[in-house]
């Protein structure tokens, strides 16, 4: 079975400052990564997406960038945190060609202070 | 980015009764349509999707109603029980396309 994993759970960070946040995906080989942001009460925004090692395709600008170092692991980071960015990011996978079904790790809690 | 509206924006039932969420889009390319509900302080999950190629999906007491021609469907939940209040997100994404678009969710309350 397939497992996803997110760190860390939850984040407070100082605005201005660096953030990295990470996710694993186990099971499952070439995977569909995805990362989206949702803020309290508020939809799924996608932020980007890989369907590859090494590449990485961004969907909303928000001074956010994302990398795929290896198969199963999906980074998001950021060099300077805006108070906006404030929220709950959520890492998900897909199989196959296409978006389909999609199925997402636990999150993390983002607080920009 | 094409949308998908989604209402109500909040609904309530009763114990037992069906509750009916809607979803409606305009991108005619979209060939996926999934429902995920997502529990307070929990992450989304998939709770069931369909294709065009059919105009109904069930799973147990839940339910995709698909009408291609008015660009429209809906999620029954019959029997509601209060462990189904939640916020349920539709969503649709053309085929080969890694981009679904979300709509703003359905926050529902079942009443015991």
């Known amino acids: 079975a397939q497992t996803i994993h997110q760190w860390p759970v939850a984040e407070i960070k100082a605005v201005g400052s660096p953030l990295s946040l990470g996710c694993t995906i186990k099971?499952?080989?070439?995977?569909?990564l995805y990362w989206y942001w949702q803020a309290t009460g508020g939809t799924l925004q996608q932020l980007f997406y890989?369907?590859?090692?090494?590449?990485v395709e961004s969907v909303v600008q928000l001074n956010l960038s994302a990398s795929r170092p290896k198969d199963d692991q999906f980074i998001l980071s950021t060099e300077k945190l805006l108070l906006s960015h404030s929220g709950f990011y959520l890492c998900?996978?897909?199989?196959?060609?296409?978006?389909?079904?999609?199925?997402f790790g636990p999150g993390t809690r983002l607080t920009v202070l | 980015q094409q949308q998908v509206r989604q209402s109500p924006q909040s609904l309530t039932v009763w114990e037992g009764e069906t509750a009916i969420l809607n979803c409606s889009y305009e991108?005619?390319?979209?060939?996926?349509f999934p429902w995920y509900h997502q529990f307070p302080g929990e992450s989304p999950a998939l709770l069931i999707a369909?294709?065009?190629?059919?105009n109904k999906k069930e799973d147990g007491r839940f339910t995709i109603f698909f009408n291609k021609r008015e660009k429209k469907f809906s999620l029954h939940i019959a029997d509601s029980q209060p462990g189904d209040s939640a916020t349920y997100f539709c969503?649709?994404?053309?085929?080969?396309?890694?981009?679904?678009?979300f709509g703003k969710g359905t926050s529902l309350v079942v009443h015991p």
């Open positions: 369909i294709r065009p190629v059919s």
């Open positions: 998900a996978w897909s199989p196959g060609l296409g978006g389909g079904e999609q199925y």
């Open positions: 991108d005619s390319t979209f060939d996926y």
């Open positions: 890989s369907i590859t090692v090494g590449q």
């Open positions: 969503a649709a994404s053309p085929g080969g396309n890694y981009k679904p678009t």
């Open positions: 099971g499952k080989s070439s995977p569909n």
